[in-house]
C-alpha cells in the first residue's frame, strides 16, 4: 500500500531538464506555489525536487528554564513592589490622569 502511494506521488510530479529549469524558474515557482512538485533531471536523471518551502515552528517546551532559574527570598515582597512602581512611575502618573 505504501509503494502504490509513493507511485502515485511520483506520478503527478512534472519533470524537467535543468535547461527548462533555467529558462523557466518564474513559472516553475509559480506551479510550486499552486502545489505542484517539480524535478529537475540531469541527463535524463532525478537531481533535485523543488517543492513549497514551509517554515519549521520551534514549539516552546514546558520547563526549559527548570533548575536555570533563582528565585531568591523577598523577590516578591512589598519592598520590591515599591522598587518596582517607582521604576515605572511613568506608567502610574498616566493611570492618575
Not at 524537467?16 to 536523471?45: F, P
Request: hydrophobic content about 40%.
Amino acid at each position: 500500500m505504501k509503494t502504490a502511494a509513493c507511485l502515485a506521488k511520483l506520478a503527478k510530479m512534472k519533470y524537467v531538464n535543468t535547461h527548462e529549469a533555467k529558462t523557466q524558474l518564474s513559472k516553475l515557482i509559480a506551479a510550486v506555489r499552486a502545489g505542484e512538485e517539480i524535478v529537475i533531471c540531469q541527463a535524463g536523471k532525478p537531481v533535485a525536487r523543488l517543492t513549497a518551502f514551509e517554515p519549521t515552528r520551534k514549539v516552546p517546551r514546558l520547563g526549559m528554564w527548570a533548575g536555570k532559574v533563582e528565585l531568591r527570598p523577598g523577590w516578591d515582597s512589598e519592598e520590591t513592589d515599591r522598587e518596582i512602581e517607582e521604576m515605572f512611575d511613568v506608567l502610574k502618573e498616566a493611570d492618575d490622569s
